[in-house]
């Protein structure tokens, strides 16, 4: 049991954590920043990253994250590695509950992300970042006149898919429902129409894929036929998934207040409904609708300015 | 007379501006970014930043911009000095005029920033980023346990100095009314209590600083009481000025919803009241709440988001 008390415990070290931890130690809060595994978040999984500010060539994203986690431990942020399953609020004081044991606080910034939902077919895993890709946004660059396919027929899946239409040769929409069911695309009517109408933009109706091909980089992909189950192989120099993403949210039910897809609700000050708890990044559902590394820093920032003013008027 | 049409015009070449043409570019939008004089914005005007996250040792300010800036052009963005006049409406077509002429776009982001209401005496402009500040978040800690001086008795003033009195030896607060005059202090019942009870902050009253005086760096000030017109010189390490902001944004009035203060006003989005014309960074109130350059850089991500996804259901 460790009770010393600090000023502030940021939960999870992507670059909504890792920002957070940079302002509070430039204001010398007694910071601790606990991580369950290594610090960096998703970019830790990122090959490279261009769109990054400031940075004018493509950085990895594993050295970005090393460069952001050393900027915070310059000031004085201490980092340890302990995995969450609790947070309580008694009064005003704070504590979290870790597999490393529970530590005490007057304020806590929890920053602990999201995961995109995964492809489940054979080979996901290992070409992820090498033509497998959970972002057009990020990487649809990188696929100028290649032809892409697309999996996910909601809003984000035909929004990625038109979006990438301007950038590759062909982007194929593979959705696991027949052409006339009605369900077989949940997105928007007009964001349909925009696909149907967009000449690069093609279906690959009642299919799913079941692996991913290639030697180091994804070079094709296996089919299924859900009608008659048969297998075929496709070429092509990459997918993109948009089918959901995951908050780390599930140790908080019960303690904060979270919307009806689990995403952590704060005011326009990342407050949430604990006074002295914040919430930064890709946990809040409207930074995640962009899911960016600069969108989520920037929270950072914020919510640690804001635990500031908060200590200041508790002094 | 240019009759070219863009897809995007974005007005302003700081952090949200450059962080706008970054992600337009990516999206292989034809985008014109339009600066008033060197593109960078107030970090120009920075000796160094240790707070934008990802850069582990500090940066100096101009050379951040610049990397931002080589960022975008590597991105196909065209950066063209002009200073913008005025923005036009008409239907779904939208005109920005300047001093080099007029141009035609289909979306605009207006990105053109505050900047600080400066103080008013000798040699301030000099010694701006050596000892004389305005944003104690980006540079209290350099003044670690140093003596300061903060000019400013409203709420951000006093909020200043409370914030650096965590960081310095000494915080005094020059304020240009006499101590039981009601409204010498124009800050929050609450701040000035906290300040009184601070044992490090202490009060200047009926005074006001009339110049500014150092070598290379901020020594002293000049100080004049109002009571008796009386000079006298007081030396220190800094001088925090926080007596408002400026928005950028005379050129707008008449076409853009602006709230009491001139700041824009947005949606969630970042779209103003015309549609596809979106603002980022300092120009929105929320953003300039906080000044930094991660938050300014965020809005514009999310600001070029927004335009691909306006432009996508417009194609």
Redesign the interface.
């Known amino acids: 049991m460790n009770t010393r008390q600090y000023d502030l415990i940021i939960i999870g070290a992507g670059?909504a954590g890792?920002?957070a931890a940079?302002?509070a130690g430039?204001?010398?809060l007694n910071t601790l920043l606990l991580e369950r595994t290594l610090p960096g978040g998703q970019l830790n999984e990122t090959d490279y990253v261009?769109?990054?500010?400031?940075?004018?060539e493509k950085i990895a994203g594993p050295q970005?994250m090393g460069?952001?986690k050393?900027?915070a431990e310059?000031?004085g942020v201490k980092i340890e590695i302990a995995a969450v399953t609790a947070i309580a609020a008694e009064g005003e004081s704070l504590s979290v509950t870790s597999d490393r044991g529970t530590y005490f606080t007057r304020t806590i910034i929890v920053a602990t992300g999201t995961r995109p939902r995964e492809l489940v077919a054979a080979g996901a895993a290992k070409f992820k970042g090498r033509g497998l890709s959970y972002c057009a946004?990020c990487d649809?660059?990188f696929f100028?006149n290649k032809d892409v396919l697309e999996v996910g027929a909601g809003d984000a899946g035909l929004?990625a898919a038109?979006?990438l239409s301007?950038?590759v040769k062909s982007v194929g929409i593979v959705v696991r429902h027949p052409q006339h069911d009605p369900n077989a695309l949940r997105a928007a009517p007009?964001l349909r129409q925009?696909a149907e109408e967009?000449p690069k933009v093609y279906f690959v109706w009642n299919k799913v894929i079941t692996e991913v091909l290639g030697e180091t980089h994804l070079k094709a992909v296996k089919l299924q036929d859900l009608a008659t189950g048969k297998e075929e192989i496709m070429t092509t120099d990459g997918v993109f998934v948009n089918i959901g993403h995951i908050p780390a949210t599930d140790f908080l039910r019960g303690t904060l207040a979270l919307d009806e897809s689990g995403y952590i609700i704060t005011d326009?000050k990342l407050q949430t409904n604990i006074p002295g708890v914040f919430a930064a990044g890709d946990i809040r559902s409207?930074a995640n609708r962009?899911a960016?590394a600069?969108?989520a820093?920037?929270?950072?920032?914020?919510a640690a300015?804001e635990v500031?003013?908060y200590l200041?008027?508790r002094?």
């Open positions: 670059p890792l920002t940079i302002y430039r204001a010398l261009e769109n990054f500010p400031g940075f004018e970005l460069q952001m050393r900027q310059r000031f946004t649809g660059y100028r929004t038109l979006f301007k950038l007009l925009r967009n326009d409207w962009y960016q600069v969108v820093a920037s929270d950072g920032a914020v300015i500031e003013k200041a008027n002094r």
